[in-house]
C-alpha cells in the first residue's frame, strides 16, 4: 500500500550532518519509501551561504530564507541540524504552527528549551524527535522512551562526549598530560579550535538534562545539572587511578535517589573500575549504561558524532516521524509526569579518592581521620606516602553525600599540618 | 488528558515471565496509566493449572480455558509467554481475529512463522510486538526496526544466548572443559536439565532468522540459518584461541553480503579476538554488535534472559501497543521488501583457524600447503609443533568461502600424511 504523493522535507542546516542527511535521502530513497510507506522528499535546503555549491544538492532547492521555508505550508517534516538557541528554536516553533512535524539534533536548544517545544508540537499535534540530539547514531532517546517504558530507571551513566573521552583515553594509554592529549584531539580533528563546550562539559551537560527528563519523566532543566570539566585532570591522577585498578572518564551520571523521592543530574571527571564496560569505552566513542528495576544493566554504545552516525539518528526519526503523519497519530510526547524533585549536588552519595599533601610527622593520621569522621564521612583505605619531610595521603572513602565531603575538605585545608588538597576525584560504577 | 476506561490485557501463561509482567503491572500500574494515556486491567491470566495459588493474582481472573480468554472480544492486549509452537501460534490467531493486539515473547513461533503471524496482524489491522524473544531485556528489535530505519544494516553479530555464554566464559576462565563447565550452569540454574536447546544452538538459530529478517527487510525462515553448536569446544581450542589472542563465543551472525545481493544467517561457536567489545561479555550476559552503513559500529548489552529482565521488554511493548491503540495507529509491521536470497554457508566468507594433526617428516607443511592453494584458501599463518614422530599443524586462514574451506578440510583428510583434523574453527570480528 504505497501512496505516490511524496511527504515534503525541508532541511535546515547542511553542514557536516545536513549534507549527509540530504546525501542519504537521494541515494537510500528506494529504501525510505518503502519503509514509510510513501516516498519522501527534499522539498528545500536552507542554508547562510545558497551560492556556495553542494554536491548532490539541485541549487533550485536551496534558500537562505529558512523562515518562508518552514511557512510554505506543505511541507510535512523539518530537519533542524543548524544547532544553537537562535534562529532553530523559532524556525522549529514556526514549523509546527504552519503543519509541519520536526526531527531535531539540536541537545544545546532541547536542553534549554524542551518543554517549550513540547509543549508548541502537542498543542498543534506535531511530533518532536531528536535521538541525534544525545550520543549521535546509539539508539537511545528511543530505548528510554519506548523499550523502557514499562521499567522504572534507576541510574543512566555515560559517556556522551567524544572529544573528552579521546582525550582520556589518550592520557590513560600514553601517561600524556591534558594539554599535550587536548592537542593531539585538536590536530586530528577531535576537538575543536575553542574546546571549552567540551572539556568544561557544558555539551555532556546538556545530554545529561535530556536524558534525565525521559529517564525520570521528569522536567530537568540545563542548570539543574552540576557540571565540572576536565581540564584539571593530570596525568597523576591516572596514576593513582591505575593503582585503585580504575581509569578516568567523563561521566554523565543521572539518578534517582534510594528513596526514590528525587533526582540528580551532574557531569564530572570521575574514577571507574576497569572491570566496568564503561571503563573500556575506547577513542571518541561514546556509550551509556543504564539501571533499572526490571531490566537490570543495559549498556548502548557506539560513535557519538560525526556526519554519518548523525544522520543515521537523524533519518531513523525522518522515518518514524513520517509513518506516524501517515498513519494520522503521533509518537510519544513530553512525559514529565512524575515531576519529581531535582536535588542539589550537595545531595549527591558516592565514593571519593582525596589526595592530600601533609607534614611528615606523627599524628597528621589520626588528624585527619578525625575531620573525615566528625563529618560524618567513613573512610575505606588510607595510603600514605612520605619523603624529604613532605607527604601525601591517598583516601578512599565510603558513600558519603557531597555536602559531607565539601565540608570534610574544607576543614582539612584549615589544618596545620595539611599543605594542600591536591585532588578530589569521585569513584564510580562500583 | 487521561483515558479513564482501561485497556484490558489478556495474559497467557504466568511461569517466571508471566507472573513478573503480572506484579509489575500491579505495582506499577500508576506509572504505567500516565505513560499510556488511560490505566491497564489485567482482564485474565489463562493457566494450565488454575488450581495452583499465584501470590498477588486475582484468582477469580485465572483461568485454564486460554481460547474463551482470547475470544472475549473485549481484550485490548494478549500478552503470549506460553513458548513453544502450540496453542501459543492459534492463540495468537484467534487473538487478531477477535480483536486484540498481541506482545509475545517467543521466539521459536516467531522464527517460524513470523510471516504468517505479521499477515494476520496486518488483515485485522492489529500490532505484532516482539522485543522480548531476541535478547531479554536489551532494546534491540526496536532499534533495528526503528531507530536504524534509515540506515543500511550490513552485519548483526551477537551472542543471544545466555546459556553457552555462560559455559564458555566458565571454560575461557578457569580451563575447564565442556562437560564440567555444563555442569556448573546446571547446577546454578543457568542451563537447563535437557540443555539441546541452548547447547545445539536451536535457540540462537530462532534469534538470528529473527534479526536477519528486520536487518535485512527480508524473509529468513528457521531453515535458512545454518546451525552448529559448541558441544565440541575443547579445553584445547581455547588454549589455541588465546595463543591468537583471542577468546571463543558461540555467535549468530546474520549478514549482508559483500556485493549486496544476498544475505546468510548462521549460528557457529567462532574465535574473536580479545579487543572486540564482543569479547568481554561475561557469565550469561547478551550482547549484539550491529554495523550499518551510516551509524558505523553500535552495540547493545544486557541480561538475556529471566524472568524480570524478559518481563521489562514485554511491558515496553505492552506500553507501545497500547499507546497505538489509544491513538487508533499501529507500530511497524513486518518489513520483508528487499526480498533478498538468502544464501547457503557455503556462499559465507570468512577465516579459518585449522589445527591438524600430521606425521612428524620432512615435506608435509609443502602438502598441506598444496591442498590449501588448489582450493583457493590463502594461508595467512602456520604453526607447527612436533613430538615424538607426532606433530601439529596449526593453519589460519585469510578469509575464504566455505565451501573453498571445506573442499580443502576433505582432501587434507585424504593425505596420507594427515593423521586426522583436530579442530576447524572460524575467526570473527576482526
Redesign the interface.
Known amino acids: 500500500m504505497m501512496r505516490t504523493r511524496p511527504l515534503k522535507v525541508a532541511l535546515l542546516g547542511c553542514g557536516v550532518v545536513g549534507s549527509?542527511v540530504a546525501r542519504?535521502m537521494t541515494t537510500?530513497a528506494d529504501?525510505?519509501a518503502?519503509?514509510i510507506g510513501a516516498p519522501v522528499e527534499l522539498a528545500g535546503v536552507a542554508v547562510r551561504r545558497p551560492s556556495k555549491v553542494r554536491e548532490g544538492i539541485d541549487p533550485a532547492l536551496v534558500t537562505s530564507d529558512a523562515t518562508a521555508l518552514v511557512k510554505r505550508g506543505d511541507i510535512d517534516v523539518v530537519v533542524e541540524v543548524i544547532g544553537g538557541i537562535e534562529p532553530a528554536r523559532s524556525l522549529i516553533t514556526t514549523a509546527f504552527e504552519h503543519g509541519a512535524s520536526v526531527v531535531s539534533a539540536n541537545k544545546a536548544l532541547l536542553a534549554q528549551d524542551g518543554a517549550a517545544l513540547h509543549a508548541a508540537a502537542g498543542q498543534h499535534g506535531k511530533d518532536l524527535y531528536y535521538?541525534a540530539a544525545v550520543a549521535g547514531?546509539?539508539?537511545l532517546i528511543?530505548?528510554l522512551r519506548?523499550?523502557?517504558?514499562?521499567?522504572?530507571i534507576n541510574r543512566v551513566m555515560g559517556i556522551v562526549n567524544g572529544t573528552t573521552n579521546f582525550i582520556l583515553d589518550k592520557m590513560d594509554s600514553t601517561g600524556a598530560g591534558y594539554q599535550e592529549a587536548l592537542d593531539e584531539a585538536t590536530a586530528l580533528g577531535y576537538a575543536e579550535a575553542d574546546p571549552t563546550a567540551d572539556v568544561e562539559g557544558f555539551d555532556a551537560a546538556a545530554k545529561a538534562a535530556i536524558l534525565a527528563g525521559i529517564a525520570f519523566?521528569t522536567r530537568v532543566r540545563l542548570d539543574d545539572v552540576y557540571r565540572e570539566g576536565m581540564t584539571e585532570v593530570t596525568a597523576a591522577d591516572f596514576a593513582s587511578a591505575k593503582e585503585m585498578g580504575c581509569t578516568i572518564k567523563l561521566l554523565a551520571i543521572c539518578e534517582r535517589a534510594e528513596d526514590g523521592g528525587s533526582v540528580t543530574a551532574r557531569v564530572h571527571p570521575a574514577m571507574i573500575p576497569l572491570t566496568h564496560?564503561l571503563a573500556?569505552v575506547r577513542g571518541a566513542y561514546n556509550a551509556v549504561f543504564v539501571e533499572?528495576?526490571?531490566?537490570?544493566?543495559?549498556?548502548?554504545?557506539?560513535?557519538g558524532a560525526?556526519g554519518?552516525?548523525t544522520?543515521?539518528?537523524?533519518?531513523?526519526?525522518?522515518?518514524?516521524v513520517c509513518?506516524?503523519r501517515l498513519?494520522?497519530?503521533?509518537g510519544?510526547g513530553e512525559?514529565a509526569?512524575?515531576a519529581l524533585p531535582v536535588s542539589p549536588m550537595g545531595d549527591v552519595v558516592t565514593r571519593y579518592h582525596i589526595s592530600l599533601d601533609v607534614a611528615d610527622k606523627p599524628g597528621v593520621l589520626a588528624q585527619v581521620a578525625t575531620v573525615f569522621a566528625e563529618h560524618g564521612v567513613s573512610i575505606d583505605t588510607v595510603r600514605q606516602q612520605g619523603k624529604d619531610g613532605e607527604a601525601s595521603l591517598v583516601v578512599v572513602t565510603h558513600r558519603a553525600s557531597d555536602a559531607s565531603l565539601s565540608g570534610t575538605v574544607e576543614a582539612l585545608r584549615k589544618l596545620d599540618t595539611v599543605r594542600g588538597v591536591a585532588s578530589i576525584m569521585r569513584v564510580e560504577g562500583e
Chains 1, 2 share one sequence.
Do not use: C, W
Not at 498513519?327 to 503521533?330: D, F, L
Open positions: 549527509e542519504i537510500h529504501d525510505l518503502a519503509r535521538e547514531a546509539i539508539p528511543r530505548p519506548e523499550s523502557l517504558a514499562g521499567d522504572k519523566h564496560p573500556s533499572s528495576d526490571a531490566a537490570g544493566q543495559l549498556m548502548f554504545y557506539g560513535p560525526g554519518s552516525p544522520a543515521s539518528a537523524v533519518l531513523g526519526d525522518l522515518v518514524a509513518r506516524n498513519s494520522g497519530a503521533t510519544p512525559s509526569y512524575a
